[in-house]
């Protein structure tokens, strides 16, 4: 849709209606009192909106479709289910995955899987490879912490959410994760979504601190149109002028998600708070805001983590919090299945193949 | 706190603990490896900081203390609650107020008015005086909104929340409103604060759209520190970089305002979405968060609305967004009022006094 | 400009094209592959975009006209000029307003204002009241401020710019000053916004914390519709996530203003850094972008400032900014009174009638 | 520096000191009237702070030292220069680099590499590898947009300017570029980072959409900490929620960054703005605000770019651009190096070795 200027002339308007056709387009003029507009109706494929802008007589462009295909609803209305330890993300039961943010030592990760397994949690998080802001913090235990989640699914049956950071470790990665997930700042490293497509491996794509919902969704693109479609996005908070809390929760992208497209959606209210205190309120917005799931950060001790301590709840809060978000799950029609049903599709799922 | 820079000399420290004791402040000093750091300790009066910013040798100032005291939960740990309708806001019940953005016509507001009341609002919302962008857009109908207001409270028994947007209306208003609202585009506009503070009236203080929590308890503390101890905050969203929604709902700000202040907190998902369908879920996440109640936009014919419209429930989806309240109040411990018993109390408060 | 579901049916697609006809407006269909588009064409007057979100099929409305109007270059091609001093502000010379943030004393401001009009000021600035976060902090004199700004004026010939708060104030106000100063946190406060149109009085108008380029001209509309078309705008900086600096100069918005507008457009360097430091160079950076002038706070002992000391110039680094403003005025064709002249000037236009 | 609540205990305090000493750091007690403070004081390794956030009684963190070191001025007083086609950057010279966004074609490469050359640009800019939003969008012409890239190079001696998007891809990148450029979206990849910091190739770092100053300065930390010490920064425009372009320039970060760090700092008013009509405007307000450079999209025919025509300019306007800084750096005094000797110093530099 190219908006004329209010004095733009015949001949300028002309202009443009040659170029368009001359591009295998059709222009379509549609004159106001005010100013012509020019739609531009194409055959689906993008069209390059910057040639017009140069043009005479051209105030703006407005764009009409939508830039994501595959990731919206209008291209698959049905909303897309991906099963995992047993469950389906985004059916009508919610899914937890919680567990630290990086692993750190045998001990810690397979005392805090235990308890957040026993709490009910229906997966394990936990960073082998770190995106750390300082080139100074802890880095992750690399490959030493992928072999630690392997131990820890071994023990409790809980699936593995992992990050992988470069193109080049998908391959190592994925052997030691169910779900491969993509870091915030890395939502737009396009080689890297580009290979978790190809991957065909189940993928939790976070949204990256300013990306905006449209953003989100054409970084799902690029992992949907390499053929996998098991996606689920992540709400983690976005960067405003707000600095009570670590990020902004943008829970209007709950529903407004729920809206644009079929993939799953999760919250995770450890980042995007910050403050622990917050986490189990925000949890339950997100729930009662339309979530299918969370991903916590949960460490038995985190006056000692290497990272990310004072978002991490403790693993009797981490119980409360799942108390709490059955209450509300069942208040908004969905379910938690409860812990010890949990452990015995552990069992029938992962018990035998996996031990 | 005065961070000095890492060259700093000694006789510019020695400057600066001068230059404190001679306002009749402590100087405590604290030298690291680095730097050195002088704390300035008062007697409570604020300190005004600025006047060291300029002085060589220093890198930075931190404030320590809040600058808001009345409205902190330090100041005050017990919880403010004051009377609405027979209710307790603040209280364990949750508050929904409800009706037109904008007072239009006599139909309108009654009818919206008892349809609000039947789905089991508390309070009507409406406004006479409307604050539009454009000097071109409806601006409300004034004196005569204010009437229909209380033929509506008449009719209904349902106590009025109607803005006031000037110091000189404050009067006026109060005689129609049994809660003056404070616009998010007012809430720096410190001559009115500081006016319906001395009005002794219960005020409802909307968060600006690019304030942050602070600045928020800030401008509650103009009004507290006029006397009036029965303010109400509001947040209805901020203004980001996201533009799927009309603006983003600070969710976070709900548990943050409930750990720093006593006051009641209140959410307004109408504006802090935009969009009528995402109102509902966003409501939810706000009891879900914590939310003492809700102010909601509805219209009985929102297509015809003067004013956002498209932000407007019908009569019939606000009903829903109750019995869903409902359930989301119970999962977190509270309550609302069942519709029944809201009239009976209106019929005792207000039936006889102010038929 | 209503855009329509891709999944809109022709009894949908019909109701709108019957609800736009019934307003007395007309209807412009586009067909697309994918979608229909509607536009609403109609003859100049604001149309209600709100009634057509709620109606079945339609997906988004698309505004095509910027909603301001008498602001715009359209409307008005020829910049708008106005006279201060002897200078034409908007017109090839580049006017320069300083002064302190504040008026504190009578030493204070005269002091400041003789050193301000010597380094070749073209007028004083200086608040004698004050919008302050906190309602503990220093407020202004008041009257008493706007006399001893009198004073100034008398002794150095130098209009007055200074802030008004509130409606009811502008009568009083406008007897001492030259230009009425709105402030950010006023930016969309109506009722003075109208009152200072209805004034007569020249008006810099500052844009709001938050304000888009858009409302902050849709504000000067309600000035400009008050038949006062003597308004220049001011950027002072905007709220964002980085804290390095207390707010962002949005650099942009001078030539986008310069584009959009035919009114005066200048920048505040002081409150858009909001650290001395960086006021010499933003200000260079602002002309260099195509401002009309600047409004710069200098102070004749910063440190012992009320307010705003931090980011004060001393007066003899306002005299260093003027020297590298004419140097970069005068790269970008345009040019600085001397000081000489300005004095002049002042006696003829201010020296009899005013002393 | 712990920040201690109003009513924190005496134990609880004695706890938070045993613990820092239990650390090997030293605890430095302020007790006010309201509150006590703790100050950590180490050796200069950093400091876990999350580890005492979850402690009973405790209120805040405060960082402060700054967490960036060898990219500090602090640590290194002198400025960073390092050479660039017979200049200088970061020394008195003002560099422009330009070209278009996309290496598209031979034809396109080369008439824009010859013009921008003609015009006084000291390096040419390009894109063989380009990271878009959509997967639909043109990616880049790849290896054979790097080898057109080589032969512009032999035909004019400019130096070369291009992304390098990925680890694997950098030692194929550094056998074309002269400077490796990062961009904005892989600011925080951090396995990238490192891998340009080994190449011990010079770098151009593009400040990320949402990362804050000390942001960009860590991620420039991973570079200098890896050894290599010749990167220049480049202010390219953040995300705020103003849209009349398509980002803000953050005009402040350029003496914010020459303050901070020691580093060249260099603007790119392309991106920052988002539309040619104000590039000119804004390159001169970054090189009057004190950038010791400029990238800036340049395109033979910008209606007919496969990404970004809309703000790139024509050689023309390239032109006029050029003789606008000229002489806004000389009003700086600075300058810029005429064509003619551009040329004779690529002879020097590169006619024999690279022709």
Redesign the interface.
């Known amino acids: 849709?190219i908006?004329m200027?209010?004095?733009a002339t015949k001949e300028q308007i002309g202009a443009i209606v040659s170029r368009i056709e001359n591009n295998q387009l059709n222009a379509?003029l549609?004159k106001?009192?005010?100013?012509t507009?020019i739609?531009v109706?194409?055959?689906?494929r993008?069209i390059?909106?910057?040639?017009?802008?140069?043009?005479p007589g051209v105030d703006r462009i407005?764009p009409?479709?939508r830039?994501?295909k595959l990731a919206s609803r209008?291209f698959n209305p049905k909303r897309t289910i991906f099963p995992l330890n047993g469950l389906e993300v985004g059916g009508s039961q919610i899914v937890i995955i919680a567990g630290p943010c990086s692993v750190e030592s045998r001990s810690q990760l397979l005392e805090t899987a235990h308890a957040v397994q026993e709490a009910g949690a229906q997966a394990l998080r936990g960073g082998a490879f770190k995106?750390?802001?300082?080139?100074?913090?802890f880095?992750g235990l690399g490959i030493k912490g992928l072999e630690l989640l392997a131990e820890a699914k071994e023990q409790t049956g809980l699936p593995i959410v992992t990050e992988v950071?470069?193109?080049?470790m998908v391959s190592v990665v994925k052997q030691y994760a169910d779900v491969l997930q993509i870091g915030a700042?890395?939502m737009?490293?396009?080689?890297?979504l580009?290979a978790v497509g190809k991957s065909q491996h189940p993928v939790l794509l976070k949204r990256?601190?300013?990306a905006?919902?449209?953003?989100l969704l054409?970084s799902a693109?690029?992992i949907l149109?390499n053929k996998n479609p098991n996606v689920m996005l992540c709400e983690r908070g976005?960067?405003?002028?707000?600095?009570?809390?670590r990020n902004?929760?943008?829970?209007?992208?709950?529903?407004?998600l729920q809206?644009?497209t079929h993939l799953p959606v999760i919250l995770d209210p450890s980042h995007?708070?910050g403050h622990?205190?917050?986490v189990t309120?925000?949890a339950?917005?997100?729930?009662?805001?339309?979530a299918d799931g969370l991903i916590v950060e949960v460490h038995n001790n985190?006056?000692?983590?290497?990272?990310?301590?004072?978002q991490s709840l403790k693993p009797e809060r981490f119980a409360e919090l799942v108390t709490?978000i059955r209450?509300?799950a069942?208040?908004?029609g969905r379910s938690l299945p409860n812990p010890k049903e949990t452990i015995e599709a552990n069992v029938d799922v992962f018990g035998m193949g996996n031990g």
Chains 1, 2, 3, 4 share one sequence.
Do not use: C
Not at 188 to 192: A, I, P, T, V
Not at 250 to 256: E, F, L, S
């Open positions: 849709m908006i200027k209010t004095n379509h549609s106001g009192e005010e100013r507009i739609g109706v194409g055959d689906g993008p390059q909106q910057d040639q017009f802008l140069h043009l407005v009409i479709s830039p994501f209008e995106p750390r802001t300082s080139p100074y913090s880095q950071m470069s193109q080049e700042r890395n737009q490293n396009y080689s890297l580009s990256g601190l300013s905006t919902v449209e953003d054409m693109e690029y149109s976005i960067r405003t002028f707000e600095n009570s809390t902004t929760t943008d829970i209007n992208a709950i529903p407004v809206a644009l995007s708070t622990w205190e917050y309120k925000i339950q917005a997100g729930i009662a805001a339309g985190p006056s000692e983590a290497l990272s990310d301590g004072g709490h209450g509300i069942e208040a908004v």
